[in-house]
């Protein structure tokens, strides 16, 4: 069965940072996935965030945190991260990373195929 557990969320303050990690089960070849990663605030829909492709790396990110958020992953950890810096109240939401079968980057979460549970990020002004 596989899984894919979130951690690292908490409580911050404005201009503050936080790292998140999302680590897969074994049972996931990690190496063929593309790992995404989504937010959903109290009342909104859940939207994109940043993704990073099972081959080589490429990157992309929302517009509303280019040049803040990084997204790596660690291909031998089985795990990805999610890099969380000048942070704002708006980015205050439940992240979840999800896992996309030899994915392009997608920004719809229908592309991917398995979700974690999520974890709180609250950003107080």
């Known amino acids: 069965q596989v899984q894919l557990v979130e951690s690292g969320g908490g409580l911050v303050q404005a201009g503050g940072s936080l790292r998140l990690s999302c680590g897969a089960s074994?049972?996931?070849?990690?190496?063929?996935?593309?790992m995404g990663w989504f937010r959903q605030a109290p009342g909104k829909e859940r939207e994109f965030v940043a993704a990073?492709?099972?081959?080589?790396?490429?990157?992309y990110y929302a517009d509303s945190v280019k040049g803040r958020f990084t997204i790596s992953r660690d291909n031998a950890k089985n795990t990805v991260y999610l890099q969380l810096n000048s942070l704002k109240p708006e980015d205050t939401a439940v992240y979840y990373c999800?896992?996309?079968?030899w994915g392009i980057g997608a920004v719809r979460e229908s592309e991917y195929d398995y979700w974690g549970q999520g974890t709180q990020v609250t950003v107080s002004s």
């Open positions: 999800a896992a996309d079968f």
């Open positions: 074994s049972s996931l070849t990690f190496s063929d996935y593309t």
């Open positions: 990073i492709r099972w081959s080589g790396g490429s990157t």
